[in-house]
């Protein structure tokens, strides 16, 4: 197989309560955040698959831990296409192997091509996604002004015996209609012309999007003959993946597997694949499917030199472990508390005092404080120092308040998503420093890192027993 340079990608930028009990020592106001991760966490005791992956997260050097622990906006990078904000929901796999090569790759071209090219398939998925919600809303717009320029239709709607008989009474040969559905399209025709700059710059958008104004035809025939940005969608994550394993430290293979352990417990409910060879030159041999396929069940021979093919795919995640990695406080603060329900732990979340605190436990009398943290892990030491000692300073403030009010705390801690290899050292000195020391062992703090959390959460047993 002739060797192929990667091809080229975007620039992307660098990348409640518990459902147990009521908290019993101090009464705070709950907040609508407290409900959505109860919710979400209900939604998780419903669904094995959910349950099994907050249980996979948790274990000892777990590799989903690495991914799905990362910042949201490195997991679903952005970026801007002919002037259009895309995120890619996906998670992405590929064969990419990176040296260095005179030889263009195949698909790199292939790639170009999709992008310079007419683009009948105008955006993104994700962008398809916001134009179904911007039809959504021009036709309830439109319906709801349809409705008020007409006296019958209003008469119709105010009428409690309606039916098809009261209708075709009212409004028999539909002409004051007709007259009225034929204004409002002139005025769509005529988007300058319309008053509402919201609907405007709506229509404006849509109106951008070429494959609307070509017929059926011409878009079959554009879908033979070039890639369209759909079907393109596994190359488009290459640089999303590249960051993130570098970001997190990842071997390949363990990426691969963590993929592997995500498709088998049903984490994906859909998946768009991309098979393409280095060999063929002289005619591009490139296969797309929509089926969902395990990564390591892609080895496939190209159909007219039987070498083995490249592969990636992007995976799209189950709409509500989407919504857990969208969670405002981060998908750290869902897994934790999980892992609290899980270790029997009574907690008030998301408690309003001066401050807003994340996870306030109860130990029977003693309380624990514990705060998570979701930062951007693709920065360098001093990167993490400076955003632990922020950390700390905001902890400090809670635990002072909290002490203020009578409520003892036993304990303080900061949960990142910084893992303990690079973080436990920084941490480490950052505590004893002469700044923090004293406050630290007044309070009882601690710094740790995701993969400290287990341990960390079981000790509280003796806490427990202690109090």
């Known amino acids: 197989m002739a060797p192929g340079a990667p091809p080229p990608g975007h620039p992307l930028p660098h990348p409640t309560q518990s ?45 989903l831990a690495k991914i799905f622990f990362v910042n949201k906006n490195q997991l ?8 259009v904000e895309i995120i890619l929901k996906y998670l992405f796999w590929d064969t990419y192997v990176s040296f260095p090569s005179l030889v263009p790759s195949v698909m790199g071209v292939e790639f ?59 409004l028999k040969d539909y002409d004051s209609l007709s007259k009225l559905i034929k204004k409002m399209i002139s005025e769509v025709q005529k988007v300058d012309s319309i008053e509402d700059d919201a609907i405007k710059h709506k229509l404006k958008q849509i109106s951008n999007l070429k494959w609307l104004t070509v017929g059926f035809d011409e878009i ?5 003959k070039m890639p369209m940005s759909l079907q393109m969608l596994p190359l488009w994550g290459h640089v999303v993946k590249e960051s993130l394993i570098e970001a997190q430290n990842l071997q390949r293979e363990e990426y691969t597997g963590a993929i592997n352990l995500a498709y088998l417990i049903g984490l994906f409910d859909s998946s768009h694949s991309l098979f393409w060879c280095e060999n063929c030159r002289d005619s591009s041999q490139v296969y797309y499917t929509s089926s969902k396929l395990d990564p390591y069940h892609v080895e496939m021979q190209c159909l007219k030199c039987k070498e083995t093919m490249y592969a990636a795919i992007a995976y799209r995640l189950k709409p509500t472990l989407l919504s857990m ?13 999980y892992l609290l329900n899980s270790e029997n732990i009574k ?32 920065v360098g030491d001093r990167g993490i120092k400076e955003t632990l000692q922020k950390d700390l300073n905001q902890l400090l403030k809670h635990v002072k308040e909290l002490k203020e009010k ?44 995701f993969e400290e959390a287990p341990v960390t959460i079981r000790n509280f047993k003796q806490l427990k027993q202690s109090s």
Request: charged share 30%; with cysteine; proline share 2%.
């Open 347 to 378: 907690y008030q979340y998301s408690a309003r005092g001066k401050y807003e605190y994340d996870f306030l436990c109860d130990l029977e009398g003693s309380n624990v404080l514990i705060e998570c943290k979701m930062h951007r892990t693709d």
């Open 112 to 170: 170009i091509s999709a992008k310079v090219g007419p683009k009948y398939s105008g955006k993104l998925e994700s962008t398809m996604e916001a134009l179904g919600a911007d039809l959504r809303e021009i036709v309830i717009y439109y319906l709801i002004r349809f409705i008020k320029a007409s006296p019958e239709l209003r008469e119709l709607i105010d009428t409690d015996d309606f039916n098809y008989g009261k209708m075709k009474q009212v």
């Open 19 to 63: 459902a147990r009990a009521p908290y019993n020592v101090v009464t705070m106001k709950s907040t609508t955040i407290a409900t959505e991760l109860t919710n979400l966490l209900e939604l998780a005791s419903d669904d094995i698959s959910l349950g099994m992956f907050l249980e996979y997260v948790w274990q000892e050097n777990s590799a």
């Open 406 to 449: 009578d409520i003892e705390i036993v304990r303080s801690i900061s949960i990142t998503n910084y893992n303990s290899e690079r973080m436990k050292e920084i941490a480490e000195k950052i505590l004893s420093s002469k700044k923090y020391a004293k406050k630290v062992n007044e309070y009882g703090v601690k710094l740790i890192s």
């Open 325 to 337: 990695i969208e969670f405002k406080d981060g998908f750290l603060a869902v897994a934790l508390g």
């Open 76 to 83: 679903f990078p952005s970026f801007k296409e002919n002037e």
């Open 220 to 224: 079959i025939n554009a879908a033979i």
